[in-house]
């Protein structure tokens, strides 16, 4: 439960776009009442909701990743807990849970918890978005060949490159990654090496809304992409609306 405390330095290097923002703000601007993001990272969406003017909640397991997120600045409420059972005491016009934090609950059990635990946190008529990958058969199964997933630029002048290796199951629907990281200096020479085990579980169309029914929730639309593409067999996303009933 705790397999990102270690890659909290490193999470915003990895991962710094923000092709998806836009979506997320305009439902932000559609639905009424504050905004949760479930399983928020680093705050990576929470903090431009928030800088957009809407009163946002970031629930984050990970102390390590809920820390960088609050030393970012103010504007943003975070609340470490897990997303399965945390209590918040509020509730919301928009849940969010985006960027494959719905493929860290890793049995559908905890998936209909955690679905459930969101439902009870939205206003009567309130919108859940659920954004996850969309994984190639190629993807799923091909054997455990080295990948280079990245390169990226380090503050001091060095470099970051990131390369994994996956091994997913058809039984269980889990797929084991591991990660190794090279951090290079400004001149070029290796300073630090890491090994990083993750396990997510793959979770499918059909899957996600068979859950979403049980759960309690309404499904209201299904993309492919932010730009509200259609969901396909080459999409790379899956992105689910959903809206407990009013």
């Avoid at 975070?78 to 849940?95: A, N, T």
Wanted: one cysteine or more; aromatic letters at 10%.
């Amino acid at each position: 439960m705790f397999e990102y405390d270690a890659l909290s330095d490193l999470y915003d290097l990895e991962y710094d776009h923000d092709h998806d923002v836009p979506f997320w703000l305009a439902l932000a601007g559609r639905e009424r009442g504050p905004v949760v993001e479930w399983g928020a990272g680093t705050g990576r969406i929470a903090k431009r909701l928030a800088g957009a003017g809407h009163e946002v909640t970031a629930v984050e397991l990970s102390g390590p990743m809920a820390g960088v997120g609050r030393r970012k600045g103010p504007g943003v409420e975070w609340i470490r807990g897990d997303m399965r059972s945390v209590r918040l005491g509020d509730r919301y016009g928009l849940g969010i849970c985006a960027f494959n934090s719905f493929l860290c609950l890793l049995s559908v059990d905890d998936a209909l918890t955690f679905l459930r635990n969101a439902r009870e946190h939205l206003l009567p008529g309130g919108l859940l978005g659920v954004e996850i990958s969309a994984f190639s058969p190629e993807e799923l199964s091909g054997g455990p060949e080295l990948r280079h997933d990245l390169s990226r630029p380090l503050p001091d002048g060095g470099t970051l490159e990131r390369f994994s290796v996956s091994h997913y199951d058809t039984a269980s629907q889990l797929m084991e990654i591991t990660l190794f990281y090279e951090l290079y200096g400004a001149d070029g020479v290796l300073r630090e090496m890491r090994r990083h085990q993750l396990t997510i579980r793959v979770t499918f169309r059909d899957e996600l809304l068979l859950m979403l029914r049980i759960a309690g929730f309404e499904p209201e639309a299904v993309y492919g992409g932010f730009e509200g593409e259609p969901f396909d067999a080459a999409s790379d996303h899956l992105i689910v609306l959903c809206r407990r009933p009013g």
